[in-house]
């Protein structure tokens, strides 16, 4: 499956708009607990596990959307967002989504 963050695919003429997807996904505090708590690989800054913790949310908000555009008949994302977002009284949650629009090319 074709995934872009533009509205048009280079070579690839767009048929159909088969509607917004979406996929989420929620990261639990007690994962950046145990990830700050056994923290040995910061360099200038930054972590590498929280880094890998992010990516992997990263991914499966992006696999989920995709699997929802599959369902639709689609082989192509276009205009895809990525938004992060904290949730909760303290911010010990963090949200990953990814939208886009679901075509056939």
Do not use: W
Not at 13 to 26: C, H, K, R
Not at 35 to 54: H, K, P, W
Not at 71 to 98: H, R
């Amino acid at each position: 499956m074709l995934l872009t963050t533009t509205n048009t695919l280079e070579n690839h003429p767009i048929s159909e708009y088969l509607g917004i997807v979406t996929g989420e996904t929620i990261i639990g505090a007690n994962i950046f607990k145990d990830i700050f708590a056994g923290i040995r690989d910061v360099v200038g800054g930054r972590s590498g596990s929280y880094e890998r913790v992010l990516r992997e949310a990263k991914n499966n908000a992006l696999s989920e959307m995709q699997e929802e555009a599959r369902k639709m008949g689609a082989n192509a994302v276009i205009g895809i967002d990525l938004d992060y977002e904290t949730l909760g009284a303290n911010g010990g949650m963090i949200m990953v989504t990814a939208s886009g629009t679901a075509v056939k090319c």
